[in-house]
């Protein structure tokens, strides 16, 4: 079976990219297993999330809610990934890719809500 989602590319980046940050976040130190890792991984899995359960709205406007939400986690994941990084959580490299994804995903996401707001789409 497959559903609308699967076939938005923004919402494969994003699913990559949670596999990414789950890998990622297996190194973060064991105290914060409750605080950064999780919240990183919430704010993560929030994206594909809302890009799915949006696609299966009736309307462009219903589904531009969903997708605000999904660039909302973007700009968390992206401050969650900047203190990670001041915390030696996670190195340059490993940093600057993540980063690299994630703003790609943001400016897709902005793509898509564009396009929904678009009269001849």
């Known amino acids: ?37 999780s919240q990183l991984r919430r704010a993560t899995t929030s994206i594909p999330l809302n890009i799915a359960e949006g696609s299966a709205c009736r309307t462009k406007n219903e589904f531009s809610r969903f997708l605000y939400i999904a660039l909302r986690s973007q700009y968390e994941v992206v401050t969650i990934l ?12 490993e940093s600057r890719k993540l980063e690299i994804q994630i703003a790609e995903i943001g400016k897709m996401l902005q793509a898509l809500i564009n396009s929904l707001k678009n009269p001849k789409n």
């Not at 938005?8 to 949670?18: P, S």
């Not at 990670?84 to 340059?92: C, E, M, P, S, V």
Request: with cysteine; proline share 2%; glycine share 2%.
């Open 82 to 93: 900047i203190l990670a990084h001041k915390l030696n959580y996670i190195d340059n490299s």
């Open 1 to 37: 079976m497959s559903y609308r989602f699967e076939k938005l590319i923004v919402w494969q980046k994003a699913m990559d990219f949670c596999i990414s940050v789950y890998d990622t976040t297996k190194r973060f130190p064991k105290e914060e297993l409750y605080g950064l890792t």
